[in-house]
Each structure stands twice: as structure tokens, then as C-alpha cells.
């Protein structure tokens, strides 16, 4: 039985604000690349599936700086490639430092399901909590975005001492939730950090594929809305 649910918090309760798909085909249609947004929001959840790989191999932010640049610059050419588009590797690092510009005044906005499935799963009288690596000076958007009261519990790595896929940080979530961790529950968008992980520390794992772009994944459920979380339960 399910006492406890866990949220990831980017791309999975939250986006960034415009979307990140909208800044980059703005920003490809200036230098000359003409796509659409539907493609690159494809595209880019395909590259991120690289970051996200290369993030497990080794903490991307741990990494020298030139080698974190070498990554960035795969990032977006992968994203650009898979859009169809052919950049050489001088263009691919001058869409990128414009990108980094515009990302200066970003924000975040809620995914459309992210309050109708918090407040349904309020309804089952669960525990409900975020486990994410949003770093503390993030935190307040919580409060912004209107998400906090249904918080119970918020776990970050600076309070666990590790961060995701970590099994630590899991632990001390369900520690909190005074829970097992046969009775917890993880939703996440990314399946080494947040399934994987969570299956790690002996927690129940959905899979957010909100574009349904990764079947291969075949160990734990996978969800394309928040509002399937309760036929989970």
C-alpha cells in the first residue's frame, strides 16, 4: 500500500518559462536553422536523455570546466541534429552562448497536470514531498509557483548530503515521510536519477515520459500525465 509520494521537480511538477523547445527554435530560426516547436521539444528531451547519461557516468558538475563546456556543446548539437538540422560545430557553440543569454531572465511555470494531481492524491490522504536537486536558492519558487502547502516534505542534497540518483537522499525522504520504502512512491522524468534511484533504495518508481519517446524502459511503469499517478497507487 502507498502512503507516500515523491516529486521530481524539473519537467516533472515544473518547466522552465518561455519553454526551453521555444527559446530554441527562436534562437536557430535567427541563426538561419528553420524548425518547429514541436520537433525541438522532441529533439531536446532526446538530448537531454544524453546529459542525463553522461551526468550518471560522472557528476556533470563536478567536471572541469572545459570538460562541462564539451558536454554543453554535445547537448545542443544533438538537440539541433535531431531537429534535422546539420550546424557545424562553430555554429552549434554560437546558438549555444545565445541560448545561455536569453536563459538569464528564465523562469518557471507548473505543468498543467501538476496541481490536479497534487490535489487528487491530497484526496487518498497521502504523504506527499519533493525529492529534487534544485539547489536552496531555488526553494522560494515553491512558494510562487503555489505548490509548497501541498509539500509535506522537501529533500534537497544539502540536507542529505548527497543528491540524486544517491540512495541517501531517498532515504532520508522516507524517514520524514515515516514510511517504508515499499510504501513510497517516486515520479520522476529521468530514469537513472529519479526511477532507478528510487528502485535503488527499495521505493516504488513511475516514469514520467511525457512524449512517450523511451519504451525501452521496462523495469517500472511508465506515465505520459501526472493525473495516471493515482491509477498507481
Known sequence: MIRAVFFDFYNTLARYEPA?????????????FETDINTMRKALAMADHYYYEENRRFSVARRSR??????????????MRNAGL???RHTVATVMKRIHELARNISFTLFDDAILALEELRKHGLTLGLISNIPPEKLPVL?????????????????????KPDRAIF????????????????VGDQYYIDAAGAMNAGLKALLLDRLDLFPQYTDCPRITSLREIAEHL
Open 20 to 32: 526551453a523547445e521555444v527559446i530554441q527554435t527562436s534562437v536557430c530560426r535567427e541563426f538561419g
Open 66 to 79: 572545459a570538460e562541462q563546456d564539451e558536454v554543453f556543446l554535445k547537448h545542443q548539437e544533438l538537440a
Open 86 to 88: 546539420n550546424p557545424d
Open 143 to 163: 512558494t510562487t509557483l503555489g505548490i509548497k502547502p501541498f509539500l509535506d516534505i522537501v529533500v534537497i542534497p544539502q540536507e542529505a548530503g548527497a543528491d
Open 171 to 186: 532515504d532520508l525522504a522516507v524517514r520524514h515521510a515515516g514510511v517504508k520504502p515499499v510504501e513510497a512512491l517516486h
